[in-house]
């Protein structure tokens, strides 16, 4: 019975020292607590967040929480970091490549240069104009002594003859247009 009568003392003391912790103060937060938890309670019933939680079970399996999450924070790391002179650059830019775009759209040179570049000849000859000057940069033949001796070897070669002919044609159309 000794053993009781101490439960009991114990017991005693229990309560008496919860009714001196329960201040008015506490007693006060604790019931704004429950309130905001039941109304929280509340706030989820009526959302329908039951519905909600398998989709947000799937997200959390899958990582996709995650990814929204990081895209979140990098949305709120590029919101924090559009400052009042980043946004006037950015639209600074956007007036002038729009003042660049209505200018290319009325420029008559682009679109019959456009129109000539949908021809598939043109192409062919751009391509092998780019190749043919490429390989000509490439090359590393020793320089040219000079001289009209030099002149006249390189005269005599006809792939010489052959691109002097082509120039000449075409400085000749170019003239009739």
């Not at 229990?14 to 938890?37: N, Q, Y």
């Not at 190749?131 to 005599?156: L, R, V, Y």
């Amino acid at each position: 019975m000794g053993q009781l009568g101490n439960i009991s003392t114990e017991a005693e003391r229990l309560v008496e020292s919860a009714g001196d912790a329960l201040t008015d103060d506490i007693v006060g937060r604790l019931a704004e607590v429950a309130g905001d938890g039941l109304a929280l309670l509340n706030q989820a019933n009526n959302s329908n967040l039951d519905k909600a939680l398998p989709a947000i079970s799937r997200m959390v399996e899958n990582g996709d929480l995650d990814r929204v999450v990081n895209l979140a924070r990098v949305m709120g790391a590029a919101g924090d970091a559009m400052t009042d002179d980043i946004v006037s650059r950015l639209a600074e830019t956007a007036g002038e490549l729009m003042c660049i775009a209505d200018r290319l759209a009325r420029s008559e040179g682009l679109l019959r240069l456009l129109d000539l570049l949908e021809r598939e000849h043109v192409i062919n000859l751009l391509m092998e104009f780019a190749e043919a000057a490429a390989a000509a940069k490439a090359d590393h033949s020793p320089a040219s002594k000079g001289g009209i001796m030099g002149i006249m070897g390189t005269m005599q070669d006809p792939d010489v003859q052959d691109a002097l002919k082509f120039f000449g044609a075409m400085f000749k159309e170019l003239k009739k247009a």
